[in-house]
């Protein structure tokens, strides 16, 4: 049996993702918070960065889900890629600084990281 994964599914599988995180973000930032480490009971000031980094996400999905032009979709792909390697250069810093804990810091930037990939992949579609 041969799978085939093309970047047009490259491109729908981001934004899903971006659509299930940016919408958790922002209705239920407490439970997204915990599966990202962070400690959202302990610091309320956390939902709203996480509110943030969900309108981002839903912005980077806005694009698909409107049905702009190719030249625009493609910009938010290279836009995308942009913005998930920031997140893994500031996961590992948050790790190596200790204002994550090793685990979720590694959790968040291998996320990230294999967002750069599909995103990259993605980007292959002419």
């Known amino acids: 049996m041969q799978i ?10 981001l934004v ?3 659509s299930c995180v940016g ?6 930032p407490r439970k997204l918070g915990a ?8 610091n309320e000031a956390a939902i709203y960065p996480l509110r943030l980094f969900g309108a981002r996400e839903l912005f980077m999905t806005a694009p698909f889900v409107l049905g702009a032009s190719d030249e625009v979709t493609s910009l938010a792909l290279q836009g995308g890629i942009a913005v ?12 190596t600084t200790g204002v994550m804990d090793k685990r979720s810091a590694v959790m968040a930037g291998a996320v990230a990281l ?8 993605a980007c292959m579609e002419e």
Do not use: C, E, H
Not at 35 to 42: C, M, R, T
Not at 114 to 121: D, F, P, W
């Open 23 to 28: 919408i958790g973000s922002l209705v239920a």
């Open 84 to 95: 998930d390697a920031a997140d893994v250069l500031a996961a590992s810093a948050a790790g």
């Open 16 to 18: 899903g993702i971006r």
């Open 114 to 121: 294999a967002a750069v990939g599909l995103g990259i992949y």
């Open 35 to 42: 599966l990202f480490g962070i400690d959202v009971k302990n």
């Open 4 to 13: 085939s994964f093309s970047p047009r599914d490259a491109r729908k599988v």
